[in-house]
């Protein structure tokens, strides 16, 4: 079975940091474009960053400068390194793998919230 | 505000038709045969209901289908049921810039 797992939000004060992790089973996160996007509560949905299988990365705007997508092929698993957080960074973080051009298979998701 | 435009609801009947729009641009929607339809319910994981404009992944029920003209595609629900009653957001393949651009999501409801 294909699953996507989600870890490691929580609670950060702002200008905190915060690393995310996505696990994978069934697929190879280092042979798939995989993506994180976010839904701010109540909200719609926010592409954050994606990287490619062949490890080159792209950020959105609002993340870039901040925001480090990265992943470990011998855990088979997808990290989102967060850094000077802000209040506006609050939002349930989604793994998911992109293939073509559309987001097929997402994770349950993990809660960030920016706050002091 | 968000890069493409859907209406903020919609509704229908059981067993009616409704259709949902999102709006882009020529950067977005029109340049590109790459939308990206996604169903959501309260509390769970996004769900892609059509991809490429008018592509069905496995499993999704033949009721969804996807169109485009110019800078508009939209998603055609047939035969409401139920469990159609979600969230919708449309997605757009952007170029290498900006890459993909997100609906602000429609709430449909089932009467």
């Known amino acids: 079975e294909v699953q996507l797992v989600e870890s490691g939000g929580g609670l950060v004060q702002p200008g905190g940091s915060l690393r995310l992790s996505c696990a994978a089973s069934?697929?190879?996160?280092?042979?798939?474009?995989m993506s994180w996007v976010r839904q701010a509560p109540g909200k719609g949905l926010e592409y954050v960053s994606v990287?490619?299988?062949?490890?080159?990365?792209h950020y959105a705007d609002s993340v870039k400068g901040r925001f480090t997508i990265s992943r470990d092929n011998s855990k088979n698993t997808l990290y989102l390194q967060m850094n000077s957080l802000r209040a506006e960074d609050t939002a349930v973080y989604y793994c998911?793998?992109?293939?073509?051009?559309?987001?097929?298979?997402w994770g349950q998701g993990t809660m960030v919230t920016v706050s002091s | 505000q968000s890069a493409l435009t859907q209406p903020p609801s919609a509704s229908g009947s059981p067993g009616q038709s409704v259709t949902i729009s999102c709006t882009g641009t020529?950067?977005?929607?029109?340049?590109?045969?790459?939308v990206s339809w996604y169903q959501q319910h309260p509390g769970k994981a996004p769900k892609l209901m059509i991809y490429?404009?008018?592509k069905r992944p496995s499993g999704v029920p033949d009721r969804f289908s996807g169109s485009k003209s110019g800078n508009t595609a939209s998603l055609t629900v047939s035969g409401l049921q139920a469990e159609d009653e979600a969230d919708y957001y449309c997605?757009?393949?952007?170029?290498?810039?900006?890459?993909?651009?997100f609906g602000g999501g429609t709430k449909l409801t089932v009467l």
């Open positions: 069934g697929i190879t996160v280092s042979s798939n474009f």
């Open positions: 490429e404009v008018s």
């Open positions: 990287i490619y299988s062949g490890g080159s990365t």
């Open positions: 020529s950067s977005d929607v029109g340049g590109y045969n790459y």
């Open positions: 997605n757009s393949y952007a170029g290498s810039t900006t890459y993909v651009v």
């Open positions: 998911a793998r992109r293939v073509d051009f559309a987001f097929d298979i």
